[in-house]
């Protein structure tokens, strides 16, 4: 009887539950809560490291679209294709890639996933060597080498530091490495699907894969939709690093300058840390964006 | 026609329906398996196959040099590689084991002790999984430079041990353990460090085995603490070093390019084999990973 109450004591109200969260929380809170607070206390600054910071109202927000040439006409467009094609393309070929492998026998779906999964491994930036060799950019270059070859291009093109062709190898890398966490929980997600949900489909009217797809799987593993779409996209601006470890900072040209790329160069290069700042808060803002769209479309309602 | 009946995922057997789903996906499979294979031969290339013109895919005859000139390499600084192991070893070591004990205490506690502040605190977390961390580069570095941890171990460590991904996968896994199991340890009078410890642990181990594996990507490769909180060249880790010998002015040597393919390759090799030995796992948890 007594033991009874205990628990029930527990059940309401335990104190011991803090000192659990504690460790976790107290780590949490000063490397990764807190940052985000003073990113967006020092984008009203300005601040050069050396001296305290100057309160500056909104000025680094209105330089920004105002009179920051470079964001306006390089990094926030570059920025917004990338997004949209490593990102939400990046999404929508993950999870097409992992209904494919869902359909598939257990022993070629383990090897596909894992070659798919494996770039995300050490992030596409760790890997920047290899692109540095594949694309050199003489011909002793591996791809211009084999379009020379094949008789696509005449003369060895300077892959790296050429504007035009800068941001679509960023962006093929950027899809190269995105089959990440996101991928395997969509995976997973499709296997878990109660298969009587397809049986009462099929009784319903549902006529093919596709009408399947669309009125039975996908809403039954919205959480996990969601989880990848947040990963997803969270992935793919913190590979964004990779065009600077390609081509330097800045890009030739801010051919393939994206927000990140933008940060640093103010931040590390410039020490401009208001304003940094103020870049960082705009890039929480847009991956903010695009996770409430997520959440829109994937949230379940009550 | 028949009436479409409906069809499961994970069939058991091959079946011809099957092929153009192997149509799509493999081709795809080969474009990402191929920059992988290469590096890989890239890094058991003789130097004349380095040189060679034009330059060959396939290493014909594979040789250990590039491994040979990797650990012979020293910095200028004098460094032997072998510290850069140790510093790697002993860094990523105490950062997966923290952050796993404190990920799981933290995993417990929010899914299965009740108090004020719980929810408020796993929202907090499922709102940090947006933050991309290289957004809040410099404000980490200010925070580590005020704590006086710059040039110190600590620095390598303490910032990499919260991981909210983690956390959040081995939340939604705690979620699972059934609260009778939970109640019935109670009435036999047990603690919380008890029940966590012969309870929870045991039947959370699949999403424990996924976090290892997210957290010890996130060390095993992490540049930004050697780049920006440590100035002695002697504390800095293995990913500082295999990333200096793949910057630019050592690949555009075609030598240089052998050693750094041999670099990349020892940093991704330690993910890929535990991925490979805890992949079960993995897909075992992802299976809960979905946020409501």
Known sequence: MQNS????????????????????????????????????????????????????????????????????????????????????????????????????????????????????MTSGVAMSVLWKILFTGDQTGYINSWLMNLGIIDEPIIWLSNAKFLLPIVIIIGLWSSMGVGFLAILAGLLNVDESLYEAAAIDGVKNRFQEMIYVTIPSMKPQMLFAAVMQIVGAFQNGQISTLLAGNPTPGYSAQLIVNHIEDYGFIRYEMGYAAAISVVLLLIVQIFSSVSKNLFAEKD | MAAYKGHRMNPDKFEKSQIKLYIFVIPLVIITGLPIVFIIFHAFKPMEELFAFPPKFITLHPTLDNFRKLFKATRSAGIPLSKYVFNSVVVTGIVVFASLLFSTMASYSLSKLKYKGRSTMLKINELALMFVPVAVMIPRYLIVNKMGLVDTYFAQILPLIPLPVALFLLKQFTDQVPDSLIEAAYMDGAKEWQIYLKIIIPMIKPAIATAAILVFQQVWTNLEASNYYINDDSLKTLAFYMNTLTSTSTTNTVAGQGIAAAASLIMFLPNLILFCILQKNVMNTMAHSGIK
Do not use: C
């Not at chain 1, 294709?81 to 383990?110: C, D, E, H, Q």
């Open chain 1, 5 to 120: 109450k205990r628990v029930g004591r527990r059940s309401h109200s335990n104190k011991n539950g803090y000192l659990f969260v504690l460790p976790y929380a107290l780590l949490f809170v000063i490397f990764i809560l807190a940052p985000v607070v003073i990113a967006v206390i020092l984008s009203f600054t300005n601040f050069n490291t050396i001296q305290k910071p100057e309160y500056k109202g909104l000025l680094n927000y209105i330089n920004l679209i105002t009179s920051d040439d470079t964001f306006m006409k390089f990094v926030l467009p570059n920025t917004v294709k990338y997004a949209l094609i490593v990102g939400v393309g990046g999404y929508i070929l993950s999870f097409l890639l992992a209904w494919a492998l869902a359909n598939m026998t257990k022993g070629p779906r383990t090897i596909f996933a894992l070659i798919l999964y494996s770039p995300s």
